[in-house]
């Protein structure tokens, strides 16, 4: 009977951990809140439509250029006439998952090939926000499943998938002038993620995460 009791005890405390959500925490020195971070407005806005036109990464190499001029003067809101006034659904491989310090937002790095780890790959960002936590877990958790035992989830730990994960996101055109600014010979992405990430266009923010 002793053990039947502690059994049933034990239950329902397996259950709140198995659903319970996965943690980062993010401070000082590096994190900058929304109001302090370059077009943080844009960067936070409310999840949009489920769904959006149907791209690839490489779709996305082909959208149209802007200076970081234009890009800075749209500090509160996306800029008109172009991609930012877009909803995207990206359907691609994820190679890596990191949170950064600087925001706290997942980092998602996609490319179109499920082989080639080198193949040109896109950003999107899932903001900590409360309007995307659903997809933040689920991102955090597939972390968790992909990388067992993993009990430090960041932030600034890259997660380097071997096998890519065939997924869907759905998200805003963003265009970063910041990284485009900071471009250099020795660093044409201006450290806009991995070296395979060889555009400013991003997906920002992402949500609706399907994992295939």
């Known amino acids: ?5 502690l059994f049933a005890l034990l239950i329902p405390l397996a259950s709140i951990v198995a659903h319970g ?6 401070g000082p020195p590096k994190f900058k809140p929304q109001s302090s971070q370059y077009r943080g407005d844009v960067k936070h806005r409310a999840p949009g439509s ?9 779709n996305m190499y082909g959208f149209p250029n802007i200076t ?3 890009a800075g003067a749209a500090k509160h809101a996306p800029m008109p006439g172009t991609k930012e006034k877009k909803t995207f659904t990206l359907d691609g491989f994820l190679w890596q998952a990191k949170v950064e310090s600087n925001d706290c937002e997942i980092h998602l790095e996609l490319s179109d090939s499920q082989t080639n780890s080198t193949s040109r ?10 309007a995307f936590s659903s ?4 991102i955090l958790r597939l972390i968790q499943q992909k990388f067992p035992g993993t009990s430090n989830f960041g932030p600034d730990v890259p997660f380097r998938f071997t096998t890519p994960i065939h997924m869907q996101i ?4 963003f265009f970063d002038g910041v990284h485009k600014g900071f471009a250099s010979a020795s660093k044409p992405n201006g450290g806009h993620g991995s ?3 060889q555009t400013f266009w991003e997906l920002h923010p992402g949500w609706n995460v399907v994992i295939h």
């Open 21 to 26: 959500q996965i943690t980062v925490t993010c």
């Open 195 to 197: 070296a395979s990430v």
């Open 135 to 138: 997809d933040y877990q689920t």
């Open 121 to 130: 790959r896109v950003i999107v960002e899932i903001p900590p926000d409360p």
């Open 50 to 58: 489920p769904t959006g036109t149907l791209i690839g990464a490489n």
């Open 68 to 70: 970081v001029k234009r």
């Open 1 to 5: 009977m002793k053990k039947l009791l």
């Open 170 to 173: 759905t998200g805003f055109g």
